[in-house]
């Protein structure tokens, strides 16, 4: 049953270095502010899963956060490249930078196969590619038809964080808008955190809405803003002009480091 | 009337598409290519964002897959695992539009490092739905900017595969497989086939009859400088 914590608090009681965490959010409701919590912990020697990992996991990556990066497509979206996670993959800084790549279908499916308790997510897919030799995925054959299909190693997260609109006073939480493969994340993972933007006495039915009952939740934290730069669907609009600044803060390693001391690090706790 | 080569591409792009088409569009030249299409001639074509945004109808370009926009003017939005599952690996989609940082000659796509894997010289930001896309659609449509440095003989890696790819547009002119060898078949204006030539990497072939593509009409430029210029600060 979800407690109804500050987002200090539940990073405090439930990530751990060297955890599997899942961070997720296609470009709506990034859980910004959780992953600057992460780095404000010090927390370490992560294993960090995204499709698409962006500007956050640029930050936690850049400052050292993460040993292994799970992900299908890592860039700064209508901007360029992630200065960070290259300089991580090209030259080992701050550290070295294990990948496990995979396709947009593949890890939808192996968050699904994670959700439904199974060992892998099915797909036809990756044949003819590169990918294949270089990241975990297997082929199986239909039973019925013989089709040889493509499996992928089910997503298992110690941690899923996403944030929300909107949780109710027992925890019940409610998106709205797109909603990526959030549901999958907390459902996947072993614990889960949500940020939200607002607690309120009664959730109100959305067209399109995913609701979480509270008893899949661990922790939800009302953070206000907790998902910009990224947005929040009838709350506010993506900040596009940080995203496109984000190319020069992190382009050089110093102007990165001091951003990060300014913005992340001396910032207070949520 | 003046226009810039990538705005040739852009409207070159665009004419492809048809009102019959449920296209599968990525960010950047595609997307500007799209939303053009459905600006001018082809207004009842379908734009799929793999965000989970079926039938978005942006009033001005996205510059995410996953824009607030997208979402509000869509036929559906739908999870992203329902996405690659029930709309694009069951062949809802006929149309995937496709950019890339290296192509070779059969239309193979490299979108994840140049150099080594391992220790890459430029780490790319992946694939993301494209291996799938490649492999789904009937159709694949491709754009990037022609240099000896993107049209390679050999990739340095492949993304995708190049086997559905119907026509590569780019800023200079239009490819297109014949038995399964991407070939010249069409020249921008003011563009020679020999610059063509020096701007890939391989030998290309040429068509016999090698089209001079029509420049872009008054209400093309018009349509897709109102697109751009909103999302240009």
């Not at chain 1, 493509?150 to 925890?171: E, F, M, N, S």
């Not at chain 2, 009842?44 to 607030?68: H, M, Q």
């Amino acid at each position: 049953m979800a407690d109804i914590v500050t987002l200090a608090d539940a990073v405090r009681e439930l990530v751990h270095d060297g955890d599997t965490v899942a961070l997720e959010g296609f470009t709506h409701l990034i859980p910004n502010a959780a992953g600057h919590e992460l780095i404000r912990q010090g927390l370490n020697d992560l294993t960090l899963v995204r499709m698409t990992p962006d500007v956050v996991y640029d930050q936690l990556i850049g400052m050292g956060a993460a040993r292994k990066l799970v992900f299908s497509w890592g860039g700064n979206p209508g901007v360029g490249s992630l200065h960070r996670f290259r300089d991580a993959v090209e030259h080992d800084w701050p550290a070295p930078l294990a990948l496990e790549e995979h396709s947009h279908a593949g890890m939808a499916a192996a968050y699904a196969a994670g959700a439904a308790d199974l060992p892998f997510g099915l797909l036809r897919g990756y044949e003819g590619t590169d990918l294949v030799a270089h990241t975990r995925v297997g082929t199986v054959t239909c039973p019925f038809t013989g089709e040889e299909l493509t499996a992928v190693p089910a997503l298992r997260p110690d941690v899923g964080i996403i944030h929300a609109q909107q949780a109710d006073r027992k925890g019940n939480v409610q998106l709205w808008g797109i909603t990526g493969v959030q549901k999958e994340t907390v459902l996947a993972s072993s614990r889960s955190i949500v940020s939200v933007e607002e607690i309120v006495d009664e959730l109100e039915p959305r067209p399109g809405a995913v609701v979480l009952p509270a008893w899949v939740i661990d922790a939800v934290a009302e953070v206000p803003g907790g998902a910009r730069p990224s947005y929040a669907h009838g709350y506010y609009e993506r900040d596009n002009e940080f995203y496109a600044a984000w190319d020069s803060i992190s382009r050089d390693r110093d102007t990165f480091a001091s951003w990060m001391r300014e913005h992340v690090l001396g910032a207070v706790a949520a | 009337m003046t226009f810039t080569a990538d705005e040739m591409m852009a409207v070159a792009a665009a004419r492809r598409l048809t009102n019959d088409n449920v296209c599968f569009v990525g960010i950047g030249l595609p997307s500007v290519a799209a939303n053009l299409a459905r600006r001018t001639h082809a207004p009842r074509c379908v734009l799929v964002y793999e965000s989970g945004t079926i039938g978005a109808k942006p009033g001005k370009l996205p510059l995410s897959i996953g824009d607030g926009e997208l979402a509000e003017t869509a036929d559906a939005v739908v999870s992203v695992p329902e996405m690659f599952a029930y709309w694009l690996q069951a062949g809802r989609i006929d149309v995937g539009f496709l950019g890339a940082a290296q192509i070779d000659p059969n239309g193979n796509l490299n979108s994840t490092v140049i150099g080594d894997y391992a220790r890459p010289k430029v780490r790319l930001p992946g694939g993301g739905g494209a291996p799938e896309i490649a492999t789904s659609v009937a159709d694949v449509f491709v754009m990037l900017r022609q240099t000896p440095r993107a049209f390679v003989e050999r990739l340095d890696f492949k993304t995708s595969r190049g086997d559905r790819v119907r026509v590569v547009v780019t800023d200079l002119g239009i490819l297109e497989p014949r038995d399964g060898e991407l070939t010249l078949v069409g020249v921008h204006p003011g563009v020679a086939v020999d610059d063509v030539r020096a701007a890939t990497g391989w030998k290309l072939a040429v068509a016999d009859d090698v089209d001079v593509t029509a420049p872009p009409t008054g209400v093309e430029l018009a349509a897709l400088r109102s697109l751009e210029s909103i999302v240009r600060e």
